[in-house]
């Protein structure tokens, strides 16, 4: 499908710049809709710049919107700004669901024909050992997960009545060079050797490098089979804790140090020192089958799981 200019929110972020830049390599033109104007320095050149200001309800896209064809929407409210709330959700509501539903509403009156919206495999639900379809019941366990499984449902009345062509992709956890927070933790701890008391887990969990991920979101973009589908997505299977460690340290040239600690008395630490959630990431299963959109849009993932970790581990020692 010809597609002209395309707005990516959340420009600025780690999927954002990598998104504009593999969107400029294909020759689309690109508009980067960004929070402040001090973002703007970190958009590569080529990308067109305009200021929204904070997203909520009250948002005005006019000047972003303008002359598009896309849109995908990648900013959003990922951790709580306020543990002390009385109602956490509803700040993950102002951005994720009031402000994702704000933006689609004048996407529509603004005759952009596609909206890719970035949800969260979390929409499905948590813990279990199966793969996550697309046609699971969803079951959203977290305030983050509530907000954005919302903004899929109003997504959804917005297109039956107006038009625009919704395209929802739920990816698991996005790796790459830059990565931040658990990921970046973990990749310390294998590069500095530490023991790590996590060889016993037998888990599964997907994992999708940001190449793959931006690659997918081109592709929502442009085809024409996938307007009004939810896709899940991943690297093309999944990995177990101390497999992904094993991998990790490969990469950097370390050894793996891994201790056989059974999980109870993991999950029993975790909850004596507070680091219950955290041990559920790293113990837990989050496993996306991604064969609809390999089937329906013929994607395939560019890079293998390994070419990813090795380019997340050169990524980290510049």
């Not at 790459?176 to 990921?183: E, I, Q, T």
Request: charged share 20%; with cysteine; hydrophobic share 45%.
């Amino acid at each position: 499908m010809p597609m002209g200019r395309i707005v990516v929110t959340g420009a600025g972020g780690f999927v954002g710049r990598a998104l504009c830049a593999e969107l400029l390599r294909r020759r689309h033109p690109v508009r980067g809709a960004l929070r402040e104007n001090a973002i703007a320095s970190a958009l590569l050149k080529g990308v067109e710049s305009v200021v929204v200001g904070s997203v909520n309800a009250a948002t005005d896209w006019r000047a972003a919107l303008a002359g598009c064809d896309a849109v995908v929407h990648l900013a959003a409210r990922v951790h709580a700004m306020d543990d002390r709330a009385s109602d956490p959700l509803a700040g993950f509501r102002e951005v994720n669901t009031d402000g994702t539903l704000n933006l689609a509403r004048q996407a529509a009156q603004a005759g952009v024909r596609r909206f890719v919206f970035v949800s969260s495999i979390k929409v499905n639900g948590e813990g279990r050992a199966a793969a996550y379809l697309e046609t699971d019941a969803p079951a959203p366990q977290d305030p983050y997960a509530i907000s954005k499984w919302e903004a899929e449902q109003g997504l959804q009345r917005i297109a039956r009545e107006t038009g625009l062509e919704v395209v929802v992709l739920r990816p698991p956890l996005v790796y790459g060079p830059g990565v931040k927070a658990n990921f970046l933790q973990l990749m310390q701890a294998v590069q500095r050797g530490w023991p790590l008391p996590l060889g016993a887990i037998h888990n599964r969990r997907s994992l999708l490098f940001l190449g793959n991920f931006v690659d997918a979101i081109r592709l929502c973009v442009v085809h024409p089979d996938a307007a009004g589908q939810t896709f899940l997505l991943d690297d093309g299977g999944p990995v177990s804790t101390p497999e992904l460690i094993r991998a990790l340290a490969h990469a950097m040239g370390r050894p793996a140090r891994l201790l056989a600690v059974p999980a109870g008395v993991l999950e029993l630490a975790g909850m004596l020192l507070g680091k219950r959630a955290a041990v559920g990431r790293l113990a837990g299963s989050l496993y996306a089958d991604s064969s609809r959109i390999r089937s329906r849009l013929e994607w395939a993932p560019p890079y293998s799981m390994e070419a990813g970790l090795a380019a997340t581990v050169a990524g980290l020692s510049t």
